[in-house]
């Protein structure tokens, strides 16, 4: 549907970048430019999302783990550099003559640590994707084992408080790759990067959509079957864009390190995971602007609602979550093209192919 | 030409522009550029002294885990603001406080913490419970040198310019809990307590101590702050027959604790428990499966003081107040009432010159808990050492007191037996 017009989401991805490039800096308070560099790592962990569960059908329920790959990372990197020579303050107080874990050795590296960020969800997600689209799990099957990962994995970095900072997290940096995180203009600039991250992972996506392989994206989501009767399996196509998902999910939680300056194993968790799903389910799964917008604003109720109304904003999130899902299945992006094809042709309405995905899920 | 060769061609593109923006903004300070002080760039303080009010801001978890005990600190701060408005505010200024929610999650300890300090633009913030939050906050108030009041006892072995903590460090709560141990005869102790930060710091200065009192620790376990099943735990504690336990665990996994423990057959006549995070507020909820055990805190609601009685009846007849007292609300309301005294003795509200006045160690308050003096060199306060026994109306009977006000001594450089090694690596570490 979007191939027929590149140069609207071209120019979509065009305004996109101009208003978190260049309007954004200039009228926002460097308080809330740094709130919003956050959403944009939540939104890049969902422009993977929409790529995986709105074009693929794959529910992924744990994105807080790659999340958590790229952001812890980036953290061990960031404490080691603030730390100098030093053994990093928590784990003195923890054993304070224990040396150094060796797995954090190698994140004293610049370069070690950026190629972690990218290799090491490329390598889970391709292992664990593969064992699992090979024996054809999918469905509630493949969201539940998703879940139970992020889960699994948030409890053992809150039981490995010494290696890990555990239930406290990784905190205090003072630097992010030499430059030094106080100043206001080196956070801008950490907010520049995130921005342009997030623009290049909707052009990247963009990009995959019009490609033949996003056409056959779409036709596993909608006919599993019948695309390997056709001589693909699709279990390669789905192995493609989980891999893509989860590389965007972790550079999102490694920039979400120096921006929001702290990582806990709780941002990382079921409940982070869920609420990740739940802001691409509210801007649109399928569509390539929705999940990303969806994110934004999910991130912006919670700083904003969430002062004004703490005990409230959970509710009015979960109220939305029901009527979009009651009346608006495809999110709130599909809401223009509803009232275009309602005012067009009353009988043509884009939902029911996701519907199908749906109902081809819903069976074991 | 063809299509793969133009979607490279805009990739580079974009790439270009990528790294031209990443080059226009990097004009900050690196590594090495900055002077000593670590906040050289702090942008001046935005804070309004010139109408009739003074802007505070409350920071508590009004939801989540630790909105139980987060939101009786929070009506306390309410409480105490209310009472100085009533005598006439701060320097002349009623307090108008800006309430926000941490949502027992760290990083949005941090988010708010910022919003407070240059959005509200509030003078000074009261709040946060556990160390986490408290980790979280540091960084963004020293970055925007602000001030930071936290109410709760701690595991110690910090200090910031930037932070004042009015409940107990080690010295005043475990290293007392510990000498009423020695003074009780206990030679086989048992640890067991959350896992995070306190319980596991705690811990440590615990064994140290133990190592030079002579006492054995015959067991340490831990339990995530939000599991509550301590059954094969309790087993373990069955097994190797301490005198005593040390509990540290916090929240509402003590009650989980309480009962398998009483479950087991242990109970306050066989093998007492000390607990660090059982007060006033937490004791009913455990009925009497806790009574007989100990706790050690520096103010108890039992306490007869001159000025206990008062703070008590206030609680008692304010909104929403929960009935009983206990000591992290008092040490809310002690904070309060320390950032009063410190800006009249400054003569301002701006940070480095209430800090200024905090050095003349001249800063005390007639608290519930007895006269407090501040420290100006730690920012902590003197306190008195006392054990509490529960009773069947979930009160405690003081049964030990220190003889005088235990000084702050949060990096333990006055005990022989903590290794100055150690200690300077934290330090060191703490930069």
């Keep these: 549907m979007t191939k027929s017009k590149p140069w609207i989401s071209l120019s979509g991805i065009g305004l996109f970048a101009v208003l978190l490039l260049a309007v954004a800096p200039l009228v926002l308070t460097d308080h809330w430019l740094n709130n919003l560099g956050k959403y944009c790592c939540w939104a890049i962990a969902a422009v993977g999302i929409g790529l995986a569960w709105g074009r693929g059908g794959m529910l992924v329920m744990g994105q807080g783990v790659f999340f958590a790959l790229g952001a812890y990372s980036m953290a061990m990197h960031l404490t080691l550099e603030t730390a100098g020579d030093r053994i990093p303050g928590f784990m003195v107080l923890y054993d304070p003559l224990a040396p150094l874990p060796v797995f954090w050795e190698p994140f004293r590296s610049t370069g070690f640590t950026l190629l972690a960020i990218v290799l090491l969800p490329v390598l889970l997600a391709s292992s664990l994707g593969y064992a699992l689209f090979k024996r054809r799990v999918k469905g509630a099957y493949f969201a539940i084992l998703t879940q139970a990962l992020a889960v699994a994995l948030a409890t053992l970095i809150s039981s490995t408080i010494r290696e890990t900072g555990g239930d406290t997290g990784l905190s205090d940096f003072k630097y992010f790759f030499g430059f030094v995180l106080n100043d206001p203009a080196n956070k801008r600039m950490v907010y520049l990067i995130a921005a342009a991250l997030l623009i290049v992972c909707l052009f990247a996506v963009w990009q995959l959509y019009r490609s033949r392989f996003g056409e056959l994206l779409v036709a596993t989501r909608d006919a599993e079957e019948r695309v390997r009767f056709l001589g693909y399996d699709p279990a390669n196509v789905k192995l493609v864009a989980f891999v893509v998902s989860a590389l965007m999910a972790s550079i999102g939680g490694a920039m979400f390190v120096p921006i929001v300056g702290i990582i806990t194993p709780a941002e990382i968790g079921a409940a982070a995971s869920i609420l990740m799903i739940a802001g691409v389910a509210f801007g649109g799964r399928a569509s390539l602007f929705g999940p990303a917008l969806g994110a934004i604003a999910v991130g912006w109720g919670q700083s904003s609602l969430g002062s004004t109304w703490p005990d409230g904003w959970t509710y009015i999130l979960g109220l939305l979550f029901i009527v979009v899902i009651l009346f608006l299945p495809n999110g709130l992006s599909s809401l223009p093209a509803r009232f275009t094809a309602a005012r067009r042709s009353p009988d043509r309405q884009p939902a029911p192919a996701i519907v199908a995905a749906e109902l081809e899920e819903a069976r074991p | 030409m063809s299509t793969t060769s133009k979607r490279l ?423």
Excluded at chain 2, 90 to 105: P, S
Excluded at chain 2, 140 to 167: A, C, D, M, R, W
Excluded at chain 2, 340 to 360: I, P, Q, R, T, W
Excluded at chain 2, 365 to 390: R, Y
Aim: aromatic share 10%; proline share 4%; with cysteine.
């Design chain 2, 9 to 431: 061609r805009t990739l580079t593109a974009m790439g270009a522009v990528g790294t031209t923006v990443l080059v226009l903004a990097g004009c900050g300070a690196r590594a090495g550029d900055e002077t000593a002080g670590s906040r050289t760039s702090a942008a001046p303080s935005c804070v309004d002294t010139s109408g009739d009010t003074i802007k505070l801001g409350f920071l508590n978890s009004l939801t989540g885990g630790m909105a139980i005990s987060e939101k009786t600190v929070s009506n306390v701060l309410h409480m105490g603001a209310d009472e100085i408005n009533a005598a006439g505010g701060i320097l002349g200024k009623k307090i108008a406080y800006v309430q926000e929610d941490g949502a027992t999650d760290w990083p949005t300890f941090a988010e708010k913490t910022e919003k407070l300090l240059t959005q509200d633009c509030v003078a000074a913030i009261f709040g946060g419970w556990t160390s986490s939050s408290r980790k979280a906050v540091k960084p963004v108030v020293e970055k925007h040198n602000g001030l930071f009041f936290y109410p709760v006892q701690y595991e110690g072995l910090e200090s910031s310019p930037n932070i004042y903590y009015t409940g107990a460090t080690t010295n005043q709560q475990i290293i007392p809990a510990m000498d009423f141990l020695a003074s009780r005869g206990v030679k086989k102790l048992f640890l067991a307590g959350s896992d995070y930060v306190f319980p596991r710091t705690a811990n440590a200065i615990i064994k140290l101590y133990a190592a030079k009192l002579g006492i054995e620790i015959v067991g340490e376990e831990y339990v995530p702050l939000d599991k509550d099943d301590w059954t094969s735990q309790v087993a373990k504690i069955v097994a190797a027959k301490p005198d005593f336990i040390f509990n540290t665990i916090n929240g509402s996994s003590n009650v989980g604790f309480i009962k398998a423990y009483y479950d087991a057959g242990l109970t306050a006549g066989t093998t007492p428990i000390i607990s660090v995070s059982i007060a006033e507020e937490e004791a009913p909820a455990m009925g009497h499966e806790v009574t007989g055990h100990y706790a050690s805190w520096n103010y108890f609601q039992s306490l007869k003081t001159d000025t206990n009685p008062k703070f008590i009846e206030s609680w008692k007849a304010y909104p929403n107040s929960s009935g009983v007292t206990s000591d992290p609300m008092e040490a809310a309301y002690i904070s309060l009432y320390l950032y009063k005294a410190l800006v009249e003795a400054a003569g301002s509200f701006d940070v480095d010159a209430v800090n200024a006045a905090a050095k003349k160690n001249t800063i005390t308050f007639d608290a519930p808990e007895g006269k407090v003096t501040l420290d100006g060199d730690n920012h902590h306060i003197s306190k008195p050492g006392h054990i509490g026994q529960i009773n069947s109306n979930n009160q405690f009977d003081i049964a030990w007191a220190s003889d005088k006000f235990i000084e702050p001594d949060p990096y333990l450089e006055s005990y022989d037996w903590f290794p100055a090694d150690i200690r300077k690596q934290l330090v060191d570490a703490a930069g």
